[in-house]
Each structure stands twice: as structure tokens, then as C-alpha cells.
């Protein structure tokens, strides 16, 4: 039975049965072009579709250039036209087969950029470009050597997702368009170049990479990262790439990896990737971590001392099925990425680390997805469903606690309901059937319908309320976490303590906590007075933490009460300017707005916003509202 849901039709499976990266190695022969209706993508696969890329670049870092060419494979049967995303790209010429070719640039969107069409005869099989990079790609940043670790050497890395692929690179770019790769780069001899593709493990004398990725991949996992990089394996299939002066913490912080590949591979199949490698990378990139295939980004935040926040790497990782090998077909269907990839997230740190454990994170992303919806519903309550409709938006603008925390918490509901049993064996069907395929929300609803959910249980669970409706269903689930319940009970002790003049710092529960219990500790004082503040910082010396979701926490609460004892402003200060991760910086520059404290804010954004990466500054520009040609 269909329950509301559009009318489509279900995908043919394009590939076959693959078990290891050799047989995937055939995958690009036998790939049936989908029509992905995709509008954030110029490109038309079902007229003219690009299955490899052979890619040469030169990394330049006087001029924050990358310069080569594109050599795009061209599918069997085709039209008389390929259409390629662009984005302040300089195209310098592009021929067919080897020949001169007939191409056009349409005038530029801001969102989109611009369709660069080059005419294909009929019996065509190949379209090179050569093109170079402008400075300022929105993709690309260029980091200065007082910006890395080491001070001593200049870094670049790429953030291709949701659509910024395009700005250093001609390509289809849509997460429903899939294509292998080999590359060729070049950069100053004492560097490594690292993609998302096999891998060196050290520098070579000549400063020339060459990378394959076998396994075909849409263009917002396409990767770059070079600079005075180093690494150290974990186990015989996943190890760590950092600065020198970052490695050895950041392997012991990741020694887990291999224990965590080994947990998801018995819950949902094979890792096919070959390698799980992280790259710690310096603190302004945006995110968290980028689940890039066999080179997954990762910010240094997560580097606490204590293992903690190792969720970012399970979560990484789970991205290898959900995400890498299932993908959204488009941006709208950014959930059915996120949603999955938090949930197996979970089922990782469960089975790693514990029940009670995975409960704790759990708990923090239902803390996340309450507050985010709940501040989004006066004035953005339409973006607040899972299936988003960001046509003519930048899908960038559509990440938030809907996708992630939302997503997770239908898809824990839909496993309480039908059992835990029942539900794995309908996931591996999933991540078995669809893989390398893109579905949307739709198509995946069917397979709901289809496969698992009777008409009760479809009922029961409000499947059309939690897709297409906003705000969180009231049959939302609230995990329970035993250690939190702990925190909470300290939390009122050292409170009361505080009005007796107890020293909170005397409270013994606190000896043993993680990084994930200080956050929810800070998180749950309602409405702090200085006094309170004063006495737990005097006490914890959280002003002063160089844990970042800790000292993110604090500023939370601190900012809006107008706390400056401890020397807090020049700590905020310190801190906005050295990290970049759009998670801590947005809700930090709001709680400044908020109380009005705008002044102190803009203070602060211009002198940090040239270590931010684009991602970071056009939220930042947005929500303070600052225009950077007014300010030159």
C-alpha cells in the first residue's frame, strides 16, 4: 500500500553485486544513467553523463591558484551537448577526442554559478578542460604558515559539500552524479598532497602525487588537502594524517578506529573503501568532520585528552554506507545523509562503548534538536521538515539539527517500533540494495512502506508528520541516560552548595567525567546568576578550558548573563579567532546578538574572519550582518 506519498518511479539497480573494491573497479562500465532533477545542479546525466576523471593540477600557494585540466570520460551514449557546474572558474580551452571544441559559459547565478555546455559529436568519448582556480574559491582554503601548527609551512584543503566542488573543479556536480577518478598533483617539494582516493604515506622528493579512486563518487566527496603533513597508522587498514606538532595526540585520541570499523562492519556489511584514514586538519575548517571516502577531515576540536568526542569519528565513518555508498539524490533529501549516518553513529558507540555511553550522546543530540527546532519555529518553521524544498537556496543553508538530529530521532522511532531485530534486517537491505545507488525521500519511503512497515505501524510511528511536517512530532522519543541523571543530581547539589558558600569544586562526582558530561552539566544551569558563574568557574576554570566543546558550552551561558569575571571577554576573544567550526562559532555570535552585545561581536569577526573559511564567514557575514566590501 502507498500512504501519501508523490508519485515516481523506483530506480533500476545500475550496478552489480559488488563484494570488494576489485570487482568495484568494473562498476564505471556498467553504470545506467539516472535522471537526478536536481536544482542545484546545471548538469543533465540523462542526456550526456561523465563517468571517469582524469584530473592534472598544479597547487600554487603564491598566487592561491590551482591550475591543469579536467579529462572527463563520457558515457557510451550520449547527446550533442555535456553540461558541466562552474563557479568563477577561468576556462581556458576545452577540446573533444583531442580536437578544438565548441563550448559557451551562461551568464552566472549566486547560488549556482555558471553551466559551461560544450558541443559532443555523437561518437565522441572524451572532453578536456583546462582551467584555473581564482583566488578566493569558495572551496578552497589557503592558509597562511602563522595559521597551522607548525608556523612554518603554508596548508590547503577543499570542502566540496553541499556544492562547492565546482569552484575548483568543472564537474556535474550533484550528489545523484557519480564518477572514478585518477589525479595527478604537484605542489613545493617539501609538502604532501593527500586526496579522497589511495593515498601516500610520506613525502617524496619531487613533489608529484598521483591518486586513484576506483569506486565511482559524487563531486561533493571530491577532496584535496596539501601541506607539511605526516602520518601514523592505527591499525593495518586506518591511521591518522596531522601536522607534526598534532600527530601523536590526535593517534592516540583515534586509537579506537579500527575497533570502531570492525563494530560497524557486524552491524551493517563490508567497509569496501579499502582504508579508513582521518586527516586532522587546522582549526578553521568549518565542520566537524567530512566524510571524504578513505580520507575522512576532521577538525583538532575533537582533540580533548580524554577520547570523548570519538562520536565524530563513528559518525564519519558511518558515512562510508550511509551517505558514500547510499546516497541523497539531491540536497532536499540532505536527511536521508545525516538522518542515517547519526543513527549508525549511535549503534557504533553502542556497541564500542556501551549502552549507557551511547545514551549520553544520544541525549545531546535530542538536547541539540529541541533547541535548534524550538528557536526555528517563530520564523523558519517551514525548513523545520525533513524533506527540505531549497530550490533557488544554497543547500549549505539547509544543514542544521533537522537533518541530523531529527533524522536520527524518526529513525530510532521507527526501530522501537518494529524491534530492533526486524530493523537491522531491513537496514542491511537497505545499504545492500541501494548501494552506490541515490535515492530521495520518497523512493526511500516506498522501500519503508514495501519492506517493513505494516499500515498500523505506519500509523503509530506519524511517518507522514515527521517527513513533511514541522516542528518535532510529539512522539518524539527523549533518550535516558543514567550518567546524566548522575550530572543533574551534582549539578543541584553544587547549586545549593553555592547559596551555603560550599566550594562546588568539592562536589566528588565530577573526578571522573567526560567531555560529554561537562557539556551537559553546563547545559542544564537555567538561567545562571554572575554569582553562580563566578563560583563554578573559580571552581572548574572553565574560562580557561582548551576543550572546545566545553569552553563552546560555557560561552552559552556565560555571554547572555554578561559574565566577565576570569578574564572571559579576552578568552572569547581567543578563542572566535582561532577556531573556525561553524557548530561553536554560530550559537557564540548569536548569544552576543541576543544580548545585545553586537559591538563586542563585530569587534572580534573582523579580526577573526580571515581564518574562517568561506563556509564559516557567509554564515557569520549573515547573521551580524556584515558587509566585507563596505569594511575594506
Request: with cysteine.
Amino acid at each position: 500500500m502507498l500512504k501519501k506519498i508523490l508519485g515516481f518511479a523506483l530506480l533500476m539497480s545500475f550496478f552489480g553485486a559488488c563484494q570488494n573494491t576489485e570487482e568495484v573497479k568494473e562498476v564505471t562500465e556498467v553504470i545506467e544513467i539516472e535522471t537526478a532533477d536536481d536544482p542545484h545542479s546545471f548538469a543533465k546525466p540523462e542526456i550526456t553523463a561523465v563517468t571517469h576523471l582524469d584530473l592534472v593540477l598544479n597547487v600554487d600557494f603564491e598566487n592561491e591558484q590551482l591550475s591543469g585540466s579536467a579529462t572527463w570520460k563520457l558515457s557510451a551514449e550520449h547527446g550533442d551537448t555535456v553540461i558541466f557546474d562552474t563557479y568563477d572558474l577561468n576556462i581556458e580551452s576545452v577540446s573533444v577526442d583531442g580536437n578544438d571544441a565548441i563550448f559557451s559559459l551562461s551568464n552566472k547565478d549566486e547560488v549556482l554559478g555558471q553551466a559551461l555546455r560544450i558541443a559532443v559529436p555523437n561518437n565522441a568519448k572524451s572532453v578536456a578542460i583546462n582551467y584555473s582556480t581564482q583566488p578566493g574559491a569558495r572551496a578552497l582554503q589557503w592558509l597562511s604558515p602563522e595559521q597551522t601548527s607548525g608556523k612554518k609551512m603554508p596548508f590547503l584543503f577543499t570542502q566540496s559539500q553541499a556544492i562547492l566542488a565546482r569552484t575548483w573543479l568543472p564537474c556535474q556536480d550533484g550528489p545523484g552524479m557519480r564518477y572514478s577518478y585518477n589525479a595527478k598533483i604537484t605542489v613545493p617539494k617539501n609538502m604532501l598532497a593527500l586526496m579522497s582516493a589511495t593515498n601516500p604515506q610520506e613525502k617524496n622528493a619531487e613533489g608529484v602525487y598521483t591518486f586513484e579512486m576506483e569506486i565511482p563518487i559524487p563531486s561533493y566527496l571530491m577532496a584535496l588537502s596539501v601541506g607539511d603533513i605526516v602520518f601514523k597508522a592505527v591499525s593495518d587498514r586506518t591511521g591518522v594524517y596531522a601536522e607534526p606538532a598534532m600527530l601523536e595526540k590526535a593517534a592516540w585520541e583515534f586509537a579506537e578506529m579500527e575497533d570502531m570499523v570492525v563494530a560497524a562492519e557486524a552491524l551493517y556489511g563490508p567497509y569496501i573503501w579499502g582504508r579508513f584514514d582521518v586527516l586532522v586538519l587546522p582549526p578553521s575548517f568549518p565542520f566537524g568532520g567530512m566524510e571524504n571516502p578513505r580520507l575522512t577531515f576532521a577538525t583538532p576540536t575533537v582533540i580533548c585528552g580524554d577520547r570523548s568526542q570519538t562520536a565524530l569519528i563513528a559518525h564519519e565513518l558511518a558515512h562510508s554506507w550511509s551517505g558514500n555508498l547510499v546516497t541523497n539524490k539531491t540536497w532536499n533529501d540532505f536527511w536521508l545523509n545525516e538522518g542515517f549516518t547519526t543513527y549508525f553513529e549511535m549503534r557504533i558507540m553502542e556497541a564500542v562503548y556501551g549502552r549507557d555511553y551511547s545514551e549520553m550522546i544520544a541525549s545531546l543530540s535530542y538536547q541539540d534538536m529541541v533547541h535548534v527546532i524550538g528557536g526555528m519555529m517563530d520564523t523558519e518553521a517551514d525548513q523545520t521538515s525533513l524533506k527540505m524544498h531549497l530550490n533557488g537556496v544554497d543547500p549549505d543553508d539547509g544543514v542544521s539539527a533537522v537533518a541530523y538530529d531529527k533524522g536520527y530521532n524518526f529513525l530510532r522511532l521507527c526501530e522501537e517500533t518494529v524491534g530492533r531485530e526486524r530493523w537491522d534486517v531491513f537496514l542491511n537491505s537497505h545499504f545492500s540494495r541501494n548501494k552506490f545507488k541515490s535515492l530521495n525521500t520518497e523512493e526511500f519511503l516506498e522501500q519503508l512502506d514495501d519492506e517493513l512497515l505494516s499500515e498500523e505501524e505506519w500509523k503509530s510511528i506519524g511517518v507522514d508528520e515527521w517527513i513533511y511536517g514541522t516542528g518535532v512530532p510529539a512522539n518524539h522519543i527523549a533518550p535516558q541516560s543514567s550518567r546524566f541523571e548522575a550530572v543533574a543530581k551534582a549539578r543541584g547539589e553544587m547549586l545549593d552548595g553555592i547559596a551555603q558558600g560550599i566550594d562546588p569544586k568539592r562536589n566528588a562526582a565530577t573526578n571522573a567525567w567526560s567531555t560529554s558530561e561537562w557539556v551537559d552539566f553546563i547545559r542544564g544551569l537555567e538561567s545562571p546568576s554572575l554569582e553562580q558563574l563566578e563560583k563554578l568557574d573559580m571552581a572548574f576554570d572553565f574560562s580557561s578550558t582548551k576543550n572546545a566543546e566545553v569552553m563552546a558550552a560555557w560561552m552559552q551561558q556565560a555571554i547572555p548573563a554578561k559574565y566577565m569575571s576570569n578574564d572571559f571577554k579576552n578568552k572569547v576573544d581567543a578563542f572566535l579567532v582561532s577556531v573556525g567550526r561553524r557548530k561553536f562559532l554560530t550559537p557564540t555570535y548569536r548569544a552576543m546578538v541576543n544580548s545585545d552585545q553586537n559591538e563586542w561581536a563585530l569587534e572580534i569577526y573582523k579580526k577573526a574572519r580571515p581564518n574562517y573559511h568561506a563556509v564559516s564567514r557567509e554564515t557569520m557575514d549573515d547573521l551580524l550582518v556584515y558587509h566585507p566590501e563596505a569594511n575594506l
